[in-house]
C-alpha cells in the first residue's frame, strides 16, 4: 500500500471539552466530510504544503502549494469519495466528463483524507495522472465516485 505521506492529528478530548460536545459528538462532526473539509483544507495548505488557499470558494481547486501548483482535497469517508468537481455532486446535479477532464488539466493532484480515522486521519498525495489512468481503465465508479472499500484497494496497488 502507498503509505500515507502523512498523518493530522488531534486531540479527541482537548476538541470535546472545548466544543462542550460528546467525545461522539465531536467525532461524528468531524468524520462528516462537508463539515471537517474547511479546517482539514487549512491544516493541509498551511502544515502540509506550506502554501494557502485557493482565492475563492468557487476556484477550480482547494490549495496551492508553496511552488504555486494547485491542489484538490478529497475526505474519504464511510460512503465513499469521488473525483469530479463539486458541482457535479449533489440532488439535481449530473456528471460531465469534459468538466471532470478539465479539473484534472488545472490541477497537480488530489490530497485524499481518510477522516473515517479521526482524530489521526491519515492522506496521500495522489497525482492527476494516477487519477487518469483510474479514470480511464474504468477503475473509477458512475460520476467518479468510489466505495471506500475500493479507494483504499486504489492507493494500496500505487
Not at 16 to 24: A, C, G, I, M, R
Not at 46 to 72: N, Y
Not at 76 to 91: D, E, K, L, Q
Not at 139 to 151: A, C, D, Y
Amino acid at each position: 500500500m502507498l503509505k500515507p505521506h502523512g498523518t493530522l492529528n488531534w486531540d479527541l478530548n482537548q476538541i470535546s471539552d472545548s466544543l462542550k460536545l460528546t467525545p461522539k459528538d465531536t467525532r461524528d462532526y468531524f468524520t462528516d466530510g462537508r463539515r471537517v473539509s474547511f479546517v482539514l483544507e487549512r491544516r493541509l495548505a498551511f502544515e502540509v504544503l506550506g502554501g494557502t488557499l485557493a482565492p475563492s470558494e468557487g476556484a477550480g481547486f482547494d490549495l496551492i502549494d508553496k511552488d504555486g501548483k494547485k491542489w484538490e482535497v478529497r475526505s474519504i469517508t464511510r460512503s465513499g469519495i469521488y473525483f469530479c468537481p463539486s458541482y457535479m455532486v449533489g440532488s439535481g446535479r449530473s456528471f460531465e466528463e469534459k468538466g471532470f477532464l478539465n479539473k484534472l488539466n488545472e490541477i497537480e493532484g488530489y490530497i485524499i483524507s481518510d477522516i473515517e480515522c479521526f482524530p489521526n486521519i491519515p492522506f496521500w498525495k495522489v497525482s492527476k495522472s494516477t487519477v487518469q489512468t483510474w479514470y480511464s481503465t474504468n477503475q473509477l465508479g458512475s460520476g467518479t465516485k468510489v466505495s471506500r472499500v475500493k479507494v483504499l484497494s486504489l492507493l494500496e496497488k500505487i
